[in-house]
């Protein structure tokens, strides 16, 4: 296909393709006889996924090239891209927490199961948000950790799960990448939603 | 207690104490024959319940007013006044989504047993996700909204679970204001971190 029906499928601009190609993002078509160039199902996957990383994942160019080295490396496992690539969607803005309280919640998620944790990032938010909980939560609140931790387990189950039988490495990181961030919104946005459902069941006034 | 005992027992300091004073958002203390004010637990409990919804929430003054007026109102259910504090809690920055997708998304929300949908806020994010996992997602996630549907309304039911039992309405309203906020960046963080657990065993290279 011709760069035009490559942006028709995919939805980015001409000159944004132009710039992935410059970029080394998106390999170079194959010039023909005809002098045109031509583009293959591997440009339009490829595409797909830079796509998603830069529309959906905010990544920054520089990230992106690092992702796709990783994504063609065929001695680099898929579980190990997917760790890049998470890091790489990791909002900058965490706030540090007190390294003890770090610590004291990477044990706490260790004996609930929790493995491969990093020493940054959501460990910094788990940790903070334990101690907002231990500083201004009401005492029914001190167990919310072990409950939440499980139901993040279940819902982290259903992800692999949708995107551990996609198989092409390239499709499924872009998956995941979807799952990721698109999956966030909708969970926060449900999880909110429902409070309203089941705030009315457990304390509607009857008959009010 | 004097207005420095409350500023010790809640962290809020003098200053913002006697702001909250004045405008309203604690009645006065008892002033004694000493000459000096008298502060009880009364005061403290309303107290809390303001630090909560200024520092945890960050609700306008304007507004902690307005939910005040609700929680001291006997009419009112706690249903209701947690509605309102829902309502207080959500971001203004949600987008606004298609008519027809948010149509479509009530529909699809009630069918999973979703109530007392709005027909704003949080309602749009659904329609938002699910229009972009239309739009990027790979078809195995069209599934994705009945899962976490299900999920959510199991964390709706731990959140309510844990406050239902704490009786004191001002209590009761507080606890499910930090529950929200502190609750979803500790979901968010786990769901996160859970992803690391999981695809090391689903996706992880043996031996590697």
Partial sequence: ?????????????????????????????????????????????????????????????????????????????????????NRALRPDDIEPADPDEVRSAIERLRALGYENLPEQGYVQQVAKALATLHRFGHPNMQGLLESYAAVAMTIAEIDLATVAGIGDPEATVEAALVGTIVGEALLVALRRLAHGTVSGRVLGTKGG
């Fill in 1 to 85: 296909m011709r760069i035009g029906e490559l942006s028709g499928a995919t939805g980015v601009p001409v000159p944004t393709i132009k710039y992935y190609l410059r970029e080394g993002l998106l390999p170079a078509g194959e010039r023909t006889h005809a002098n045109q160039v031509r583009y293959d199902e591997r440009h339009l996957r490829r595409l797909r996924l830079v796509r998603a990383l830069v529309e959906i994942g905010r990544v920054p160019i520089s990230r992106v090239r690092e992702l796709l080295a990783a994504v063609d490396s065929p001695d680099r496992g898929l579980d190990s891209t997917l760790g890049m690539m």
